[in-house]
């Protein structure tokens, strides 16, 4: 079955410092890839995707993932987080194969000023 | 533009009792999906609709079942409520499926249901 696995469940950072959210997926087939944000009291948004091409995606607010195909991979990146991008982050693949919007268990990332 | 609009807000049930929710997608978007985000467990897919028509559903039991209606509304209804389905349950909605395959979620804030 299809799945998606975010490894890291709470993540704790310090401000400027570097971040790498995990995001492995379990499907061979053709897949297009989300990374959606919750800051606290808001509805989920759409941080970035990829669909097809460069596999090095921007997203908003200094966001960027790369996909790996060989790894399964869409990992989530930003060079130098800041207070603001405290929020719970998801990973989600979907393909045409099954039709179904598959969402990692999320990531709290937790940034102290 | 109006966002996804969902309710009630919260809904409190029993065991036994009949919950529906109600989702309106954004103006233009004709697929909607249902989401259950119980404590720990990230977004279960539910359901899928997609011009009127059911085109997807998650493991869940039949007891979950739902309906997108012509201007693309949508409820979810779960029977015979068990201690377990609380949780929030989450719609999102997007460009159709016939447009150009799965395309990005906009969510609404969700319906906080509660068993007692």
């Known amino acids: 079955a299809q799945s998606v696995s975010q490894h890291n469940h709470h993540v704790i950072l310090s401000e400027a410092a570097s971040l790498e959210l995990g995001c492995n997926y379990s499907?061979?087939?053709?897949?297009?890839l989300f990374w959606y944000v919750q800051y606290p009291g808001q509805h989920l948004q759409l941080l970035l995707k990829?669909?097809?091409?460069?596999?090095l995606v921007k997203g908003i607010k200094g966001f960027e993932a790369e996909f790996i195909k060989s790894k399964f991979s869409f990992n989530l990146r930003k060079p130098s987080v800041q207070w603001s991008d405290t929020a719970e982050y998801f990973c989600?693949?979907?393909?045409?194969?099954?039709?179904?919007?598959?969402f990692g268990t999320g990531t709290r990332l937790k940034v102290l000023a | 533009e109006a966002g996804v609009t969902q309710s009630p807000t919260h809904l409190i049930k029993t065991r036994g009792q009949q919950a529906t929710l109600r989702c309106s997608p954004i103006?233009?978007?004709?697929?909607v999906y249902w989401y259950q985000q119980a404590l720990g467990l990230g977004l279960q897919f539910l359901l899928w609709?997609?011009?009127?028509?059911?085109?997807n559903r998650g493991n869940f039991p039949p007891r979950f079942s739902g309906r997108q209606f012509p201007n693309y509304s949508s409820e979810l209804n779960v029977n015979a409520l068990e201690l377990e389905d609380s949780a929030l349950y989450l719609c999102?909605?997007?460009?159709?499926?016939?447009?150009?395959?799965?395309?990005?979620?906009?969510f609404g804030d969700g319906t906080r249901l509660s068993i007692l």
């Open positions: 999102a909605s997007s460009l159709g499926w016939g447009q150009s395959g799965f395309q990005p979620q906009h």
């Open positions: 499907y061979g087939g053709t897949v297009n």
């Open positions: 990829y669909f097809s091409g460069d596999p």
């Open positions: 989600a693949v979907t393909s045409s194969g099954t039709y179904k919007y598959i």
């Open positions: 103006s233009g978007h004709t697929s």
């Open positions: 609709y997609d011009e009127g028509e059911e085109r």
